[in-house]
């Protein structure tokens, strides 16, 4: 059986199961002939290494197998220095059309200046509720994101560190770089290697997923979006603006649960992403495929976020189509009322569910927006206790408190959450 489970949903599914077999059956070839060669050149490799390395020290401060244990430290992002990304076929896909004069106009420059103090100052205030709360907070490094690069494949200007969860998975002790699939972040990683070299040398392992080219062939260059309506049935078609080209996906469109992953195949994760991450894991953790009815999926956890045991944040306006597997294996399903907002308040690139984004500092405690005043009534009746911090500016730039950070140290071991 693969370990990607292929749930019905739309053409998906089927899709997922014929790809998979697919790049399994093509991968098969001369992997046993491969395995042994070069044995003795490894062996010499290694007793170098054993002299020249330092020992793994028995404390490694990474530690994280699922979105709830007690929360130890974390990156949270930074807005300084962000840009509007160039108005390319892949970002198109994934904002509205009245936001598109907006980056047609602005592409390549820092956003509104007056509205990035607003979010800084935010996420300052953030860190140091963190800080209060006990968790040790670490930041990346502050980049110009307006620097113009090239590829031989492409050319661009950046976009932020602003959202660590979109770029970085932890998994035990292991932090793995997604590679992306916005040409605006493909060296967005460089704001977070100085810390990942600390990590790696306090005795974290570190992955990096093979980077995508992002070429033309990535994305399908006459993806017909026009309205919502498009979208919803271009989605339910299973099709996307990614292509099967090359592995591609965000960290952000994966949600843990200790053995289980859940994950979904969205505008910027592709199936070839998800099976790379399947065998990357191996059979030590489930990866199972789900599918909304989402007019834009990129990112799962405004969607389907996973707040305890067996207890899960699901989007109202965009139902799960296996919901029933959680609902038989026990789980409980909370729908989060609709959030408050305003509607001229600029979201450029997600939307209005970012009220059910938010951050588990335990399994009794939530960070959640100061305004959302009736999101915190839901969780007063779960039992768990609010710790109100606004960040309406920082949601601008996509994201709400779980995008913001990305949890380096949680307090627990890894568990099965999941029949």
Not at 192 to 214: D, H, N, V
Not at 336 to 350: E, K, N, Q, R
């Amino acid at each position: 059986m693969l370990r990607v489970r292929c749930m019905r949903g739309g053409s998906r599914g089927a899709e997922a199961a014929h790809l998979i077999g697919a790049m399994v059956a093509r991968a098969a070839t001369g992997w046993v002939q491969k395995a042994f060669q070069g044995t003795s050149a490894a062996v010499a490799e290694r007793d170098t290494l054993s002299k020249s390395v330092d020992p793994v020290p028995d404390e490694c401060p990474v530690n994280s197998f699922n979105e709830w244990d007690t929360l130890e430290e974390v990156i949270v992002g930074r807005a300084e220095n962000a840009c509007v990304p160039p108005f390319t076929v892949e970002v198109k896909a994934n904002t509205y059309e009245k936001h598109w004069p907006f980056y047609q106009k602005y592409g390549g420059q820092l956003f509104p200046e007056e509205h990035l103090k607003k979010a800084v100052s935010e996420i300052e205030e953030m860190c140091n509720i963190l800080r209060l709360e006990g968790v040790k907070v670490r930041r990346p490094e502050p980049i110009d994101w307006v620097t113009h690069y090239k590829t031989p494949d492409f050319d661009s200007t950046g976009l932020y560190s602003a959202m660590p969860r979109d770029i970085l998975l932890v998994v035990g002790n292991e932090i793995i770089e997604a590679p992306m699939a916005w040409r605006s972040r493909f060296f967005e990683y460089r704001a977070y290697r100085p810390l990942i070299k600390e990590y790696f040398s306090q005795g974290a392992k570190w992955t990096t997923a093979p980077k995508p080219t992002m070429a033309d062939d990535l994305y399908d260059q006459e993806y017909p979006m026009r309205t919502v309506e498009d979208r919803h049935q271009l989605a339910a078609q299973g099709k996307f603006v990614t292509t099967e080209f090359e592995p591609c996906f965000d960290a952000a469109d994966f949600i843990r649960a200790g053995r289980d992953i859940f994950a979904q195949r969205s505008q910027v994760t592709n199936y070839m992403g998800i099976e790379w991450m399947r065998r990357h894991l191996g059979p030590e953790y489930r990866i199972h495929l789900l599918s909304f009815k989402d007019p834009n999926p990129m990112h799962i956890d405004a969607t389907f976020n996973i707040i305890g045991p067996g207890l899960v944040l699901s989007n109202p306006d965009r139902p799960c189509h296996q919901i029933e597997m959680f609902k038989k294996a026990g789980w409980t399903i909370v729908h989060p009322p609709t959030p408050l907002i305003p509607d001229d308040h600029p979201l450029w690139m997600s939307s209005k569910w970012l009220s059910m984004n938010v951050l588990m500092l335990d399994e009794k405690r939530v960070l959640v927006e100061s305004s959302e005043t009736t999101t915190q009534k839901m969780f007063e009746k779960l039992g768990i206790k609010t710790i109100k911090v606004n960040i309406r500016h920082a949601n601008s730039l996509g994201g709400g408190f779980h995008c913001w950070t990305c949890d380096i140290r949680r307090r627990g071991i890894l568990e099965s959450y999941f029949n």
